[in-house]
């Protein structure tokens, strides 16, 4: 069973920094492409970021670029979201997703984790 | 970026009821169109890719149409475990989006 269990996220300050992972199982990491996907409490699906299978294509959001980093550890089958300079319209709940297409950063998502919070307020 | 819409935001209907949601993008996307759908508290289940393929698992009730800018799903008759929001995605281009989704509530 595909399986993908984001952890990480929490309270924090504002301008300060977090790191989310998201440990997947149940398929073979390293030949499709991840996705991080927030939600803000009520409201809709926003992308934040992606990443290739090899490290080798990514694309930020307007929202986040400059002070998101996506990253993947093939070996560990893990993908991160370091997140710094947050702002209070950085709270939401962050998804990871799969890309359902073999090696191509575009597609569909299929499956989803259940997301971690994070919250930033003084 | 791709700009996704839908409509409605909202749609009340009731069990047994043929249901439409549409969705529009800002440039032709050709056929690189999925549907989720979501439950409160619930990460969005996928339910449509390709614009018109249904995901292994997904009730034959649920459709989908279209292509180049114009989409939409249909729920030939809504169920009760169909209550959620909906919502479409591009992915076109590099820069996935979404649309801003489509609740679905009871009549």
């Known amino acids: 069973e595909v399986q993908l269990v984001e952890s990480g996220g929490g309270l924090v300050q504002p301008g300060r920094s977090l790191r989310l992972s998201c440990a997947a199982s149940?398929?073979?990491?390293?030949?499709?492409?991840m996705h991080w996907v927030r939600q803000a409490p009520g409201k809709g699906l926003e992308w934040v970021s992606g990443?290739?299978?090899?490290?080798?294509?990514?694309g930020y959001a307007d929202s986040v670029k400059g002070r998101f980093t996506i990253s993947r550890d093939n070996a560990k089958n893990s993908l991160y979201l370091q997140m710094n300079s947050l702002r209070a319209e950085d709270t939401a709940l962050y998804y990871c997703?799969?890309?359902?297409?073999?090696?191509?950063?575009?597609?569909?998502?299929?499956?989803w984790g259940q997301g971690t919070l994070v919250t930033v307020s003084s | 970026d791709i700009q996704m819409t839908q409509s409605p935001s909202t749609l009340s209907a009731s069990v047994g009821d043929r249901v439409t949601i549409t969705c529009r993008a800002s440039?032709?996307?050709?056929?690189?169109l999925a549907w989720y759908q979501q439950k409160p508290g619930k990460a969005p289940k996928l339910l449509i890719y390709?614009?018109?393929s249904l995901e292994s698992g997904v009730p034959s009730r649920f459709s989908g149409s279209g292509s180049g800018t114009e989409f939409t799903l249909t729920i030939s008759s809504l169920q009760p475990d169909d209550f959620a929001t909906y919502y479409c995605?591009?992915?076109?281009?590099?820069?996935?989006?979404f649309g801003p989704g489509t609740k679905v509530d009871i009549k």
């Open positions: 997703a799969k890309v359902s297409l073999y090696r191509s950063i575009r597609g569909w998502f299929d499956p």
């Open positions: 149940g398929f073979t990491f390293d030949d499709y492409a």
């Open positions: 990443i290739s299978w090899n490290s080798g294509s990514i």
């Open positions: 440039q032709s996307i050709s056929s690189w």
């Open positions: 390709k614009a018109s």
């Open positions: 995605q591009q992915y076109n281009s590099y820069s996935p989006t």
